[in-house]
């Protein structure tokens, strides 16, 4: 009988400079994040009274957003990772950079639904030195927020070359570079949103 | 015709409405602190693999990311159980 073999890819998707950045990203926010969770165990009742003033559902709507934007990217970067052939290759750009514009604006969103949490919070005279709690929630969703506006650069960057017809079976690197990143900052906030939004 | 990015999409979005229920009627304690813990492991692995398209990449790089979401989630759940 037959048997199947998948041949695996020696290297991750992108340029390889990115995955040291992504390696270093995950170390800080992972030790942010375990500096919140024994911070909370240490006070516990004081956590769960501060987070009762966080928004969830803004939390939620965006988790959906970056969930789906991810998926938006996915369909680019397959897209134009099958396309051969110049007529192909102009045509899948094409599409590509309709399914990038669509994870651009849900970047947008994601910052403009932030920036309204933020506001929220600031009304209320909350600032980092309100107490611990707030001082986490504000350092991590912050720094988060950073990296999201940088991911949304990027991608608007990566929305250019594919209206170039920039990228081929041949020429995946820059695109599956951007890409590579925004996942990582859609997997942080997979972390962030329950350990910050919603466990008590 | 293969439809596993839209099969991973439609899990992380119904897990993201499980986990904000468990917020919105106060089940988020105990136990299912676990479970949610266990569903967010879930949600990471599901991007690394098929949005980051680590599911293909020869083991000791996929690893990486995956040691991190381990070591991260289970450090929050010891913290949490303490």
């Not at chain 1, 240490?42 to 709507?61: P, Y």
Request: aromatic fraction near 16%; charge should be positive.
């Amino acid at each position: 009988m037959a048997k199947s073999v998948t041949i695996k890819e020696p290297y991750p998707p992108g340029d390889f400079a990115i995955w040291l950045v992504i390696y270093v990203e995950l170390i800080t926010f992972g030790f942010m994040f375990l500096g919140y969770a024994f911070s909370r165990h240490a006070d516990v009742a004081l956590f769960n009274k501060s987070q009762l003033l966080l928004n969830q559902t803004s939390g939620f709507i965006d988790t959906l957003i970056l969930i789906t934007g991810s998926y938006f990217i996915v369909k680019a970067v397959n897209l134009v990772k099958n396309a051969k052939g110049e007529q192909i290759i102009k045509e899948a750009n094409q599409k590509a950079s309709k399914w990038i514009a669509a994870s651009v604006l849900f970047g947008c969103l994601f910052l403009i639904n932030k920036l309204l949490e933020f506001s929220d919070i600031f009304s209320q005279g909350i600032s980092l030195g309100t107490n611990k709690f707030f001082m986490f929630y504000l350092l991590l969703t912050m720094f988060h927020f950073m990296h999201v506006t940088l991911g949304t650069i990027i991608l608007f960057n990566i929305f250019r070359r594919t209206k170039a017809s920039a990228y081929s079976a041949e020429n995946t690197r820059g695109i599956e570079t951007g890409a590579v990143y925004w996942h990582l900052v859609d997997v942080l906030w997979i972390v962030l949103f329950p350990l910050i939004y919603i466990i008590r | 015709m293969k439809r596993t990015v839209e099969i991973v999409w439609g899990v992380l979005i119904v897990l993201t409405i499980f986990a904000y229920l468990l917020g919105k009627l106060h089940l988020a304690s105990g136990f299912m602190v676990g479970v949610l813990l266990f569903t967010t492991f879930v949600k990471g692995q599901l991007v690394i693999d098929y949005f980051m398209g680590m599911k293909n990449v020869s083991l000791r790089y996929r690893l990486i990311p995956t040691i991190w979401l381990v070591v991260v989630i289970s450090s929050i759940a010891v913290s949490y159980y303490l």
